[in-house]
């Protein structure tokens, strides 16, 4: 694509070639902001079928389930709670399945001349250019982050932050934005380097365990349990899951539930105890004990927090 112009049947318009841009020069201004499918009024249960798009501008998606699959380009991925899309300008893309998510779309430079009180998503228009730049093409299209929780932090506070649409919003989310690039750079950066490669990508059994958790988390999961749906003893799981994963099972449960709880605080008006019973809580107070251990907050104050 670089240095041609490429006739976009889907926009009816010319695609500009692809521009270098120095580090110092990217200023994302956010356009638009939306959690899909919540803002629409639909479900999961009522998602639509999405037809195939092409991008019109920088887009930065995470998913917030453990389902649904992603047409990029020419490849189709599998999608799972805390995975962040990058699609730069002009790829094909599709929704194949249901999923939940927060979108960010961006002007990377600030300079298409495109702003969010006239912008309308999806509406055919001018393709931005697709940036070269050695930060920006660090960058994977598909990231599974070591910090789950960081970036739906990040994503939150960015789509709250642009429906607040005070005269200070422009340059906080340009700062949420940048975090979040950021973040994705640092992780691209670490996957290329063969040494600090997370196992748990490549080990079939650890992917197996950590699929069943995150299906099974809201009732009582024990170790034995775990060891035989994978085929291996439970002393030697154990073993293998603190040498790919960094933690023990127990833990990965734990982080689990919390991360779920804090999934619904965010997304739903549920009680609070009602919340601990779905996640797999023995009880209330060791809900609120175990959250405010990982947040350094009760559930309580995050949800309004989060508002």
């Given at each position: 694509m ?5 006739f976009?049947q889907e ?14 020069d990217?200023?994302p201004?956010?356009?638009?902001c ?11 249960e009522?998602f ?7 991008t ?5 998606e995470?998913y917030?389930?453990d ?8 490849e ?29 779309i961006?002007d990377?430079t ?13 509406a ?6 697709d940036y070269r730049?050695a930060?920006?093409?660090?960058i994977?299209s598909?990231?599974?982050?070591e ?6 932090y ?7 932050e ?8 422009p340059v906080?989310?340009r700062?949420y ?16 380097d063969?040494?600090l ?9 650890i992917?197996?365990a950590?699929?069943f958790?995150?299906?099974n988390?809201?009732?009582?999961l024990?170790?034995?349990e775990?060891a035989e ?6 002393n030697?799981?154990s ?23 804090r ?11 009602d ?13 609120i004990?175990?959250?405010n ?11 309004t927090?989060?508002?």
């Amino acid at each position: 694509m670089t240095g041609t112009i490429i006739f976009d049947q889907e926009a009816n318009m010319l695609t500009g070639p692809s521009s270098t841009v120095q580090t110092g020069d990217l200023s994302p201004t956010v356009l638009f902001c939306h959690r899909f499918p919540d803002d629409y009024g639909l479900t999961l249960e009522t998602f639509p079928q999405l037809p195939l798009r092409r991008t019109y501008d920088y887009e930065l998606e995470i998913y917030l389930t453990d389902a649904g699959s992603m047409r990029l380009s020419e490849e189709q991925f599998n999608l799972q709670r805390g995975a962040v899309v990058f699609r730069r300008p002009g790829v094909l893309t599709q929704a194949l399945a249901p999923y939940r998510c927060c979108s960010i779309i961006i002007d990377m430079t600030g300079r298409t001349g495109k702003n969010r009180d006239s912008y309308t998503h999806k509406a055919p228009q001018q393709i931005q250019p697709d940036y070269r730049n050695a930060f920006l093409d660090s960058i994977l299209s598909v990231t599974i982050p070591e910090e789950t929780e960081k970036l739906i932090y990040l994503f939150d506070r960015a789509y709250t932050e642009y429906q607040a649409n005070w005269p200070q919003t422009p340059v906080i989310l340009r700062a949420y934005v940048l975090e979040i690039l950021h973040a994705l750079y640092l992780e691209a950066t670490r996957q290329k380097d063969p040494v600090l490669i997370h196992p748990r990508k490549f080990h079939k059994s650890i992917r197996r365990a950590t699929a069943f958790i995150h299906e099974n988390y809201a009732r009582k999961l024990l170790l034995q349990e775990i060891a035989e749906y994978v085929g291996l003893s439970a002393n030697y799981l154990s073993r293998l899951f603190i040498d790919c994963m960094g933690i023990n099972i127990s833990t990965y449960i734990t982080n689990t539930r919390v991360q779920k709880a804090r999934e619904l605080l965010v997304y739903t008006t549920l009680p609070v105890a009602d919340i601990a019973t779905l996640c797999g809580f023995d009880s209330q107070a060791y809900f609120i004990y175990v959250f405010n251990r990982v947040f350094n907050m009760t559930p309580g104050r995050f949800r309004t927090q989060s508002i």
